[in-house]
């Protein structure tokens, strides 16, 4: 049996990566994953690194479950609808899946719809999935999220994996540990913790590769280091006391950067009763400036 997903990556291309390749580990199928692209002057540079990259996800999701596959950039002068559509019947492909991204009844108009052509032109059947960030379930976001998670006390790393057992976690119980997989791999986001490891340390190179960070602690649970974790540009700062609730958290911080923001108000007004509970009355106070500027930014 062979399978074609439509890939132009994004968070749509994601879903329907996944859903293919599970269809594919039940129905003992090949892979072929596309990236259509027209080609000639409408296509830039950057465009073309973005597809290399976006296969390159595909290609290691597909090998790391095991899954026999092809991936690669098709450039025919075709639209993508027509590429693909052209693709299925040169292969004979048995199944489609194809992502579907949001479109204002304007853009479809002028646009038009490279679903609808598939869905009307291909040979074969085709499955569609569509992303909607305001409904999709937190289970169908972190799926297959590769996660960094860098602890020195190895309960937590195994709690962790328990809780995210839906993504693809690498562990570090060492600042040295991590920086190596830093620097080998690509994540969606990291987890870390601040004592022990050199948190802050991990926080400046996570930021350099604009790796969405979650710092979390429980012997470095202080105002201080609260207002430390947001100023080195950490997406949130939870308490090992949330641990049970660590899948909102990864879920928020992901679905901000998402928006293009990091959405400091939503994780801290949701925590602000415990760190009032933890820090006690008026502990803001000792750094009123810094929260008033936080307040006036994020919403207090």
């Known amino acids: 049996m062979k399978l074609l997903v439509g890939y132009n990556g994004g968070e749509v291309g994601r879903l329907a990566l996944s859903l293919a390749r599970d269809f594919a580990k039940k129905n003992n199928a090949f892979v072929y994953i596309i990236t259509s692209m027209e080609g000639g002057s409408s296509e830039k540079q950057s465009d073309i690194i973005e597809a290399e990259k976006g296969l390159e996800f595909a290609a290691e999701l597909m090998k790391n479950s095991g899954v026999k596959y092809d991936a690669q950039q098709s450039v025919r002068g075709l639209s993508a609808g027509e590429d693909l559509v052209k ?15 949001k479109k204002s009844r304007a853009q479809k108009a002028i646009l038009g719809s490279t679903a609808r052509y598939v869905i009307l032109k291909a040979p074969c059947p085709v499955t569609t999935v569509k992303f909607e960030l305001d409904n999709i379930k937190i ?88 207002r430390e974790s947001i100023q080195k540009g950490a997406d949130s700062y939870i308490p090992k006391d949330e641990l049970a609730n660590l899948d909102h958290h990864v879920a928020d911080a992901i679905k901000a950067r998402v928006e293009g923001k990091q959405g400091y108000g939503a994780w801290f007004n949701t925590l602000k009763p415990f760190f009032d509970k933890s820090f006690g009355k008026g502990w803001r106070d000792k750094d009123r400036s810094f929260w008033n500027s936080f307040d006036d930014k994020y919403g207090g």
């Open 139 to 226: 289970e169908n976001l972190l799926k297959d999220r590769r996660i960094l998670v860098v602890d020195d006390e190895p309960d937590i790393l195994e709690t962790v994996e328990e809780l995210l057992d839906m993504c693809v976690l690498d562990t570090a119980a060492t600042f040295e540990e991590a920086k190596k997989l830093i620097n080998r791999n690509v994540y969606d986001v990291a987890i870390l913790d601040i004592m022990g490891v050199s948190g802050y340390d991990i926080l400046d190179l996570t930021r350099e590769k604009d790796i969405p960070s979650l710092m979390l602690t429980a012997h470095a649970l202080t105002p201080e280091n609260l």
């Open 87 to 101: 693709f299925a019947e040169e292969n004979d492909i048995d199944h489609i899946f194809l992502g579907i991204k």
